[in-house]
């Protein structure tokens, strides 16, 4: 992958470095470290190891924060994890046509049988997941969303969207067999169409009060812009 790091640095400061991931690229090593990773490319960059403060999956795009020493580590670490000081948001396509805002709260684990998360009774194990979406543009057979994100559950999007029947399209775990074989005949699209386009901190305490309402946002990828041009409406 031609990936120039410098060219997507959002931001950088001596705490924390956001930067724009493309879609195909290992956030982090997997288990054979045999792949091109971001944090390997960053750590590099930084001349030390690179430490993700939260989980962008391999075919997702957009926005990952790193944080350059442990203290910042552990307060990011907070953020990202108490929703309430930090808003996530994503830009999907999903299948269908969704006509007006609304939220999604259904409880999420792994499943017994696969590499899977699903919806399931808290008393099953199962830990709260909220997400929220807002209408951006809808198309006749597809809706453009953006999505915020409550809570932190892995998969979180793309299985909340599922349970409403509006899989994000190009998503071959949880998605539509036809959509995402629509996609990949009409405009050579095989993946999930998901991308983390705005961070926004809001009311931050301690070391990084610093960054209390900075927000920080990057376009849609290219490729996707032009496959909305082509959807019709």
């Known amino acids: 992958m031609n990936f120039s790091l410098k060219d997507n640095i959002i931001y950088e400061d001596s705490n924390l470095l956001i930067v724009n991931k493309p879609r195909g690229l ?74 007006e805002d609304g939220a999604v709260d259904a409880p999420l684990r792994k499943s017994f049988e696969r590499k899977k998360m699903v919806v399931a009774p808290l008393k099953s194990g199962a830990k709260s997941a909220i997400t929220e979406y807002h209408v951006l543009e809808k198309y006749k057979d597809y809706t453009l969303l953006d999505v915020r994100l409550l809570t932190g559950r892995t998969h979180q999007i793309r299985v909340h969207m599922s349970y409403i029947r509006h899989h994000v399209v190009g998503d071959i775990k949880y998605g539509d067999y036809k959509v995402n074989n629509i996609f990949k005949r009409e405009f050579v699209f095989e993946n999930q169409f998901l991308h983390a386009y705005k961070l926004k901190f809001l009311d931050l305490k301690g070391p990084l009060n610093y960054l209390k309402n900075k927000e920080f946002s990057v376009d849609l990828p290219p490729e996707l812009q032009e496959i909305l041009k082509k959807l019709d409406k």
């Open 26 to 99: 290992l956030l982090q090593q997997d288990g054979d470290g045999e792949h091109e990773s971001l944090d390997k490319i960053v750590s590099d960059y930084l001349k030390m190891v690179a430490m993700p403060v939260h989980r962008l999956d391999k075919d997702t795009s957009g926005l990952c924060v790193f944080a350059k020493n442990k203290k910042a580590a552990d307060e990011l670490g907070k953020i990202f994890n108490d929703h309430s000081q930090i808003e996530k948001h994503y830009i999907t396509l999903v299948n269908g046509v969704i006509e």
